[in-house]
C-alpha cells in the first residue's frame, strides 16, 4: 500500500522567534533556513513580514531553497476592513514567498474576549483572508489558534471556522493547541471527530505547544488520527515550555511502528543522518551548550554507564538501544563511572581510538587512578576529553608538548588614577617548548580568563593549533560546601570546525582547577591536531 | 464515584542517579527525599545498598519520612544460586526499608542474550527473589525490565514473568519501557491487553524513559489504561534521556480532563503548590540552571511576551493560561508596570522591616537599581540579606561599619624549596576602621577563602561580632556561558546562634563577585548584632 505524504512544516524562524532570550539576526535566519532545506522539511516559515525590521530584511534576503517552500506568516484581516485594505494583511501578501499561513480566531471565547466581534463576522475574517492569500500565492493555510480548546467548549463554531478556510481554498488547516494544555487522549478524540466530519485528514495540520511535555505525543496523536501537516520547531524552541520537537518527532515519524509503514515525511535515511549535526547548529547559533538529554540527538542518548548495562551494549547494542544511534546521526557512548570495571575501561579506551595490549600492566594503574580521581570528585562521564589524555599519559601514549614551570594569577581591587574603584586580574605564565623557556603574562576580566589568555598568548611552535579554539562553557560545582571545599570546574572547548570536548579539573583551589581544565583541553586539542611532541 | 488512587514511585535517587555527570551525596540524598516526602509522593526509592559505598551509607542514615515509603532497589537472585544464598539479593533484604522493588528480566531476547538460561529458569529467579522480599518486608515490587519490547515479541513469555512476581506475593508489578523507544499507542494497547488478562490494574505500575520524547505521554496512556503506580524522578533526571519527569506528571494527574475525575494522587491541592519548589531543589543541588522552559515550573512557563498575548492575559488569563501559575506554585512573568513593581517592592521591604515612608523619592531610585542589577543577574530571591543591606543602604539607614580600601589575590603555583609543585593562595587587604586604616595579610587553600580570612583577620572593635560568622556554602553560576560571561556568587552564612542567611555577588570576574557577596554577608551580620557606626 503506498504511503501517506506528511509534510513538516517548521516555524523555528517564527515561532521559535518568540523564545525568551532569543533574537535571531537575518544571517542566522538564512543559516538555519539552509540547514532546514538540506535535512528537508517540505515548508520554512520565515517569520511575520512587517511585524519586525529582521523578519522583514529576511524577506527580501532569503536563501536559495532546492527542497523547501518559503512561508509567509501573518494575521487574518482586522474586523471593519476589506482584505484589500488591511495594511497588515497586504504586507504578507506582497512578501516574496510560495505560500502564506494566516492565523485567526477559532474559538467562541476567544472572538469574545480578544476580538468582541460576532461568530459570522469571525468566519466572515477568514474566509476573505484567505481567499485573498490564496489568490496571490495559489497555496493558503489557516492557523486555527486555540482550535482545542475551542472544540471542547463549542465544536459547531469551532468547526465551522476550518470549513469557512477550507472552503474558501486553503490547502491547510492548521488545528492549533496555543495554550498548550490538551492531553493527547484529547487530541486522538477531537481529531478523530474532524477527519471523520471532512472525509479524511488530508488538509489537516497540527500545531502543538508543550506546556504540559506532551508537544511532541499529542502531535503523534494528531497524524495517527489522520492530519497530515506537522508543525514544530528545532529543539522545540518557542515560547513558554516552547512548541513541538522536530527534531524528535522527525526519527520516531520514520523509524516507529505504525508511522515506518503507513507515513512519509518526505527524508530519505541519509537526509536522517543529518540530524544531529542540524540540532547542534541551532544550539550553535544560540551560543547554547546542547541539551545532552536531548531524545535522539543528545550526547548522553546512547550513552551506557551500569556495569551490566554495557557488558549487554556489548553483545548486542539492540539490548539497551531502542534505535542504531547512526540512523539518527549520533553515536554510542560507553561511560566511566565511579563502578567502572576493567571492561568498561577497556571499551573506553577503544571508544576514544586508543589501542592497548590487554596483558599491559599499566592498564590496571590507570583503572585505579580513574576511580581514586572520581572518588575525589573528578567525573570524566561528561569530561571524554580529559579521560584520553589521562588514559593516553599512562600507556605511554601522550606526547608531552609543553610543559607549564609556573604560573601566577593576581586580582586586585583598587582605586585607578581618577580614583574609580577597578578590578584587575592579570596573569603570568612560565612554560617550555622544545627545551626553551616562553614568559607571558596577559589580563582578564577575572582570573581564570586572565589565566586562558597568558597561556594563549604563545605557545611557541604550537600557536596555530590553538588559535581556533574557545572555550564555550565554564561550570563550577563545590562538592563539599563552604569556601575550604573541593572545587570542580568543568570546561567545554570548540573549533573552528564544529568540535566540541569537554575536560574537567578538581582542586580545593579553583584557579588550580580551572587550570587543570585548560590544560587538559588545550592537549587534547594539539593531540587531536597532530601536533608534533615537543624536542 | 470514588477515585483510584494511584501511587507515585520516585527513583531520583536511584535510577535518577544513573544520569551523567549526577553523582549525589549521602547529604544530597538526604535532602531530596525530605524534599519528596513533603512533597507527598507515596514511595521513595533510595538506591541499592550494596552497589556502592554512597548507596549502602545512605541506608544506614535516611532521614525520617512522614509520609513516604522507603524502598531499597536490586536485582532478582542470580541464576544457579537460592534466595537464601545470594549475597546481592542478601544486602537488599538486611536493608533497613519498609519495601524492596527488584528488577529483572521479562523479555524473551533478553533472557537468551544476557542471562544465557532457559524461560522457566527466569520464571523460577523471579518468583524465588519476590517471594523472599515479600516475607522480609511485607511488601515488594517487581519491575519487569523490557517489558513492552518484550511482550511486542513474545506476549505471552512476558506475561508469565508478570504473573510469576505476583503469584509470588509482589504488591505491584512494573512494566518497564527500559529502552525508551516504545510510542504512546503500543503503551495504550499493551497496559489494556494485561490489564483486561488480569481482570484490572490495581497492582500494575509503569516506568518510562524519555527518548522518544514521550515518557510523560507513555506514563499518562498507562494510567488511562488501568495501571496504579507510576513511577518516575524529579525534573526528568535519569540515564540517557531520563525517566518519566514526575515534575510535569503530577500536576497533569491532578489538573487535567479524566485523570481530576477519576484518580487521586495523594497530594493536597497545598501540596501541589510546592511542586516549583520542589523542582528547583534539586536543580539547586546539581547547581544546575534550573530550565526555563520547563513544563508547569520553568520560569518562562507562564511568562508573556507579544503585545496581543499580554494584553489578552490582563483580560483574562485563561486566553493564553493552561491552567493557574500558583496551583502548581509558579508565578506569571509579564513585564510589569513600574506600578506593580513598586507594591511589589514595599511588600518586600515591609518583609525585611525596614520602616519606609511612601513619600519618599528614593523608594523609586531604589525601584530603578533593583531592576537595573536583576537584569544583570543578581538574584535577590535567593538573597535576602544582600537585598536588605541594598534596600538600607538606599533608603539611609544602613550604617557605614568599615571601608575597604583596596585588596589584592594572588595564587602562584610553582616548585617550592623540596621540588614539589604547590598552589599557594594569598590575600591583602587594607581597611579603615574609625578613622585608622588596617591591613591584613592571610593565606587559603584557594583565592576566596584567603580573601575571606584576610578580611576577617582583623575588624578593630568589629571582630568580636564576627568570631562565630561561618561560611557554610558558596555557589557559583556562569550567567552567560564561556570564561569571559558574568559570574554569579552566592555565599550562605551562619552564626553561632543558629542564624542563617544568604547574600550575592555579580561580576565578570569571580573574585569581585566573591567579594561582593563576603562583604554584604559581615554587614548584615554587624547590622542585625546592633554594632556601633564607624566614627
Chains 1, 2 share one sequence.
Not at 589501542?355 to 569530561?383: H, P
Not at 585607578?416 to 627545551?435: C, Q
Request: charge should be negative; aromatic fraction near 8%; proline fraction near 3%.
Amino acid at each position: 500500500m503506498p504511503k501517506d505524504r506528511v509534510y513538516l512544516f517548521d516555524t523555528t524562524l517564527r515561532d521559535g522567534a518568540q523564545t525568551q532570550g532569543v533574537d535571531f539576526s537575518v544571517e542566522d535566519k538564512r543559516v538555519i533556513a539552509r540547514a532546514l532545506d538540506r535535512l528537508g522539511v517540505a515548508y520554512i516559515e520565515g517569520g511575520w513580514p512587517g511585524a519586525n525590521p529582521t523578519d522583514s530584511e529576511f524577506f527580501t534576503a532569503k536563501p536559495a531553497l532546492k527542497r523547501a517552500k518559503f512561508v509567509a506568516f501573518g494575521m487574518t484581516k482586522r474586523p471593519g476592513r476589506s482584505a484589500e485594505n488591511d495594511p497588515g494583511l497586504a504586507q504578507i501578501l506582497n512578501a516574496s514567498a510560495d505560500a502564506a499561513c494566516l492565523v485567526g480566531k477559532s474559538s467562541e471565547y476567544q472572538v469574545g474576549i480578544a476580538l468582541g466581534i460576532s461568530l459570522n463576522e469571525n468566519l466572515e475574517l477568514i474566509s476573505d483572508s484567505i481567499a485573498a492569500a490564496h489568490k496571490k500565492f495559489g497555496e493558503a493555510m489557516f492557523d486555527a489558534e486555540h482550535f482545542f480548546d475551542g472544540y471542547k467548549a463549542n465544536p459547531k463554531f469551532t468547526f465551522d471556522c476550518l470549513k469557512a478556510a477550507l472552503d474558501a481554498g486553503a490547502r491547510w488547516a492548521v488545528l492549533c493547541d496555543t495554550n498548550g494544555g490538551t492531553m493527547p487522549w484529547e487530541v486522538e478524540r477531537i481529531v478523530g471527530e474532524v477527519v471523520q466530519k471532512l472525509g479524511d485528514g488530508s488538509r489537516l495540520g497540527v500545531h502543538t505547544h508543550n506546556d504540559t511535555e506532551n508537544a511532541v505525543a499529542n502531535t503523534l496523536a494528531a497524524v495517527k488520527a489522520g492530519v497530515r501537516q506537522v508543525q514544530g520547531t528545532l529543539n522545540g524552541l518557542g515560547e513558554r515550555c516552547g512548541n513541538a520537537n522536530l527534531i524528535a518527532l522527525i526519527p520516531s515519524l520514520m523509524l516507529k511502528p505504525w508511522f515506518a509503514e503507513n507515513i512519509d515525511v518526505g527524508l530519505s535515511e541519509q537526509d536522517l543522518t543529518h540530524l544531529t549535526a542540524t540540532s547542534r547548529t541551532l544550539d550553535e547559533l544560540l551560543n547554547r551548550a546542547p541539551n545532552r538529554h536531548a531524545a535522539y540527538v543528545g550526547a548522553a542518548a546512547f550513552a551506557h554507564k551500569g556495569g551490566l548495562h554495557v557488558s549487554a551494549v556489548m553483545k548486542d547494542p539492540r539490548t539497551y538501544e531502542h534505535v542504531p544511534p547512526e540512523t539518527v546521526g549520533n553515536k554510542r557512548h560507553i561511560l566511566m563511572s565511579d563502578q567502572a570495571g576493567r571492561s568498561n575501561l577497556l571499551v573506553r579506551l577503544t571508544e576514544a581510538g586508543i589501542t592497548y595490549d590487554t596483558a599491559d600492566s599499566r592498564l590496571n594503574a590507570l583503572l585505579d587512578d580513574v576511580k581514586q580521581r572520581e572518588s575525589e570528585g573528578y567525573s570524566y562521564d561528561g569530561a571524554e576529553a580529559s579521560f584520553e589524555v589521562l588514559a593516553r599519559r599512562a600507556l605511554g601514549q601522550m606526547p608531552e608538548y609543553f610543559r607549564i614551570r609556573s604560573f601566577r594569577v593576581q586580582v586586585e581591587r583598587r582605586f585607578n588614577a581618577k580614583a574609580e574603584l577597578v578590578t584587575i586580574s592579570e596573569a603570568t605564565v612560565k612554560l617550555d617548548v622544545d627545551g626553551q623557556t616562553l614568559f607571558s603574562v596577559a589580563e582578564g576580566n577575572g582570573p581564570v580568563n586572565a589565566l586562558d589568555h597568558a597561556i594563549r598568548k604563545d605557545l611557541g611552535r604550537y600557536q596555530s593549533y590553538i588559535d581556533d579554539l574557545r572555550l564555550v562553557d565554564f561550570k563550577v560545582r563545590i562538592l563539599n560546601g563552604g569556601t575550604e571545599a573541593t572545587t570542580r570546574v568543568m570546561i567545554e572547548s570548540a573549533d573552528g570546525q564544529g568540535n566540541r570536548w569537554f575536560t574537567v579539573g578538581v582542586s580545593p583551589n579553583i584557579i588550580d582547577a580551572a587550570f587543570m581544565a585548560l590544560m587538559d583541553s588545550i592537549q587534547w586539542k594539539l593531540l587531536r591536531d597532530g601536533a608534533q611532541p615537543s624536542k
